[in-house]
């Protein structure tokens, strides 16, 4: 199969991408399965600068371009940043919205910083083991089937730090995920921003995989068409299998 379980449309404030564009496109490259999963972030800066998106309304569009559409599958999805820290507010969002899969993301640290953005200097040692640390509150706490961008904050970089100091947490965050089935999103959005690899990298693959780890998504985190499809053949093909199947 060939499929894309994190793509942002026209509900989401940061993305230029069209679903029937990408519809259209995802057919032309013999797409089996997308999924279009708009942002819910819930934390009170993103509440006060973007708004809280109609999920009704969200849902209705998908459920519409789903019944005029046969030759894919689309999902509805959502993705969810920083859902522990929003647990309760977003439950009561989504609990009635029978979503095909959730996505959990971290994109805000504790000292207010926005990882999800081009940083203006690399994170400090204490800043990425609180990365990993939120990381893994979502994962221990949240209902979610696909943990996206792990080591989100790297994207910017034009370098592949030497992260050996945080294995154990990464361990943990792992183990979590294993006993709680959640899938490990393999995105490479960072390649298009000119990072020298997926994320999480191939040794962290590898990780998961020897901590007995099954669940794998891949996602192109595409917030422009040319981006949908964009360096996906540099994905190890035995991660490519869609944990939604297995």
């Known amino acids: 199969m060939k499929f894309d379980y994190h793509i942002h449309t026209e509900d989401s404030y940061d993305s230029s991408i069209k679903a029937i564009d990408l519809i259209n496109r995802a057919i032309k490259l013999n797409y089996d399965e997308i999924a279009i999963t708009e942002h819910l972030d819930l934390l009170p800066q993103e509440i006060k600068k973007y708004g809280a998106p109609s999920l009704d309304r969200y849902y209705k569009r998908i459920k519409e371009l789903q019944n005029n559409t046969s030759e894919l599958n689309v999902l509805c999805g959502i993705e969810i940043g920083d859902y522990h820290r929003v647990k ?8 009635d919205i029978n979503f095909d899969l959730i996505l959990g993301s971290v994109h805000f640290l504790s000292d207010a910083t926005n990882v999800a953005v081009p940083l203006k200097k690399p994170l400090s040692e204490k800043q990425v083991r609180d990365y990993y640390q939120q990381n893994l509150l979502l994962v221990s706490h949240c209902n979610i089937d696909v943990l996206a961008h792990l080591g989100v904050y790297k994207r910017g970089y034009n370098y592949i730090p030497d992260e050996s100091a945080f294995y154990p947490l990464l361990k943990d965050i792992f183990n979590t995920m ?22 999480p990298e191939l040794p962290l693959l590898e990780m998961f995989l020897d901590l007995g780890g099954r669940y794998f998504s891949v996602g192109s985190d595409a917030h422009k068409i040319e981006h949908f499809d964009l360096y996906r053949e540099l994905i190890p093909t035995q991660f490519c299998t869609s944990f ?3």
């Open 178 to 199: 294993i006993d709680r089935k959640i899938a490990l999103e393999i995105n490479y959005s960072s390649l298009c921003r000119g990072y020298p690899s997926f994320l």
């Open 88 to 95: 309760e507010y977003a439950l009561s969002l989504v609990e």
């Open 244 to 246: 939604r199947y297995l």
